[in-house]
């Protein structure tokens, strides 16, 4: 079967430019031979000696030939990384947040891939349940490390009642196989309270450590739960109570693995620690953050971030009064507030605004999840003065500035009729607030 690659960006001064490729342009086969994915097709530009077959947006089709220094990159982009269409998840998770998305939202997020291309090129969890022997072969043969596997639990017999499927509960052989063919493995477990939690999650990470030194870490992350949930399996969400008991548990894990290979190995999502109004570890007790896109010790990392900024720039005051909001979701605020308040410049007021995350329901309480409408019902009802209003970067899309419920920036500083920016980072944070002054009553954001 044939596949084609379809272009979206040429590099600057790369090969690619050079050989006159635009986006749109189709990249049919490299030598004779097409690729199903970015992992084929990345092994086949390698080489020095090309021959590239293309289709134009016309639809004609041209080869190109060249040469080029071994591992030479050609400088383009691609409209997806699988070529043969994304492997999609054959699970009915009782946890699944796909499942509980509102409905008429943009097509994309409701799409349940598990693919372990994606695993092994963007960290996306799989669950492996889709895996062939062809898969697992191509796996050993290219050495497609390290993968992200979604566990849950080792329980045979619970992992298949949880994901709703029969090939769910052959994992630790999986598993086991995987770490004997020297693939090193990231591992994440969802925490769903009466379900994986207590003895079963003590056996999981007893099981998963015994795996050996390929098993690079366990992330445990809560159980999301949305309003969205009428036809979805009865689970409750985490107490504060519960909370601290998982964090007590865990915490007695980790100071053993620590005294016995010097890391922690298992590690908490950081709404454990909110949740349960509990310090959030120190940094280096996060072993360099091997799961920090999986929100483990995004928090710490937030903070470290910020305090480095604050030694980098000294602060002065501003030339009139400004009267600036920072919106977070609410399980933020306390980490926002004790930084902020440390922050003293004249004429400049702070307000932290937490929002009630109405659209996906009060138990979604992180900030990446914050969408446009609720952040502009909570801010117009807000008292007071507001010069500008700075907003989570997490909670755009990527590369876009566009919330989740496709609320722009634009139709929010029109609706609130002030400036509004979006800060991405703690040091972009830190840099707004100290700066802020450069965007008062300028209404175009790319001034």
């Not at 600057?12 to 490299?30: C, N, R, W, Y």
């Not at 052989?173 to 995987?178: G, M, V």
């Amino acid at each position: 079967m044939k596949y084609s690659a379809v272009i979206t960006n040429v590099h600057p001064d790369s090969i690619g430019e050079e050989l006159g490729l635009v986006p749109g342009d189709k990249l049919l086969a490299v030598n004779g031979q097409s690729a199903k994915d970015l992992i084929e097709l990345s092994f086949a530009l390698a080489e020095e000696n090309l021959e590239l077959l293309l289709e134009k947006a016309n639809g004609t089709q041209e080869i190109i030939e060249l040469e080029k220094d071994y591992d030479d990159e050609l400088g383009l982009e691609f409209e997806s990384a699988v070529f043969d269409g994304i492997r999609r998840c054959a699970n009915n998770c009782v946890f699944c947040f796909v499942d509980q998305m509102p409905p008429n939202m943009r097509e994309s997020l409701y799409v349940k891939d598990d693919d372990y291309r994606l695993s092994f090129l963007y960290g996306n969890f799989v669950t492996l349940t889709n895996s062939t022997r062809k898969d697992m072969a191509r796996i050993y043969r290219e050495h497609l490390s390290p993968l992200y596997v979604s566990v849950h639990t080792t329980n045979a017999a619970l992992r298949v009642k949880m994901l709703g499927n029969k090939a769910a509960g052959k994992i630790y052989e999986q598993l086991k196989e995987l770490t004997g063919h020297d693939i090193e493995v990231h591992t994440q477990i969802v925490l769903c309270p009466g379900f994986n939690d207590g003895q079963e999650l003590e056996k999981t990470i007893t099981d998963l450590y015994a795996l050996g030194p390929n098993v690079l870490s366990a992330a445990i992350v809560p159980v999301g739960l949305t309003r969205y949930r009428e036809n979805c399996a009865a689970i409750n969400g985490f107490t504060a109570a519960q909370a601290q008991k998982v964090i007590e548990t865990v915490s007695g894990w980790q100071k053993k693995f620590r005294e016995k290979s010097g890391s922690s190995f298992v590690y908490l999502a950081d709404e454990f620690y909110l949740a349960a109004d509990y310090p959030i570890p120190d940094y280096d007790f996060y072993d360099g953050f091997p799961q920090l896109e999986n929100g483990i010790g995004i928090v710490r990392s937030f903070i470290e971030e910020w305090q480095q900024a604050a030694k980098e720039k000294a602060s002065k005051a501003y030339a009139k009064p400004c009267y600036l909001d920072i919106v977070c979701g609410l399980s933020a605020e306390k980490v926002l507030t004790p930084l902020v308040n440390k922050l003293n410049v004249p004429n400049l007021t702070i307000r932290i605004v937490p929002v009630e995350n109405k659209f996906f329901g009060s138990q979604i309480t992180v900030t990446g999840l914050l969408t446009g409408q609720d952040i502009i019902d909570k801010a117009v009802n807000l008292p007071g003065q507001r010069s500008g209003i700075i907003v989570p970067g997490v909670a755009l899309r990527k590369g876009e500035e566009i919330f989740l419920d496709n609320t722009s920036l634009d139709k929010m500083e029109e609706s609130l009729k002030i400036p509004v920016r979006a800060a991405y980072s703690a040091a972009e944070l830190h840099d707004l607030l100290l700066s802020f002054e450069n965007y008062m009553n300028i209404g175009d954001r790319n001034e």
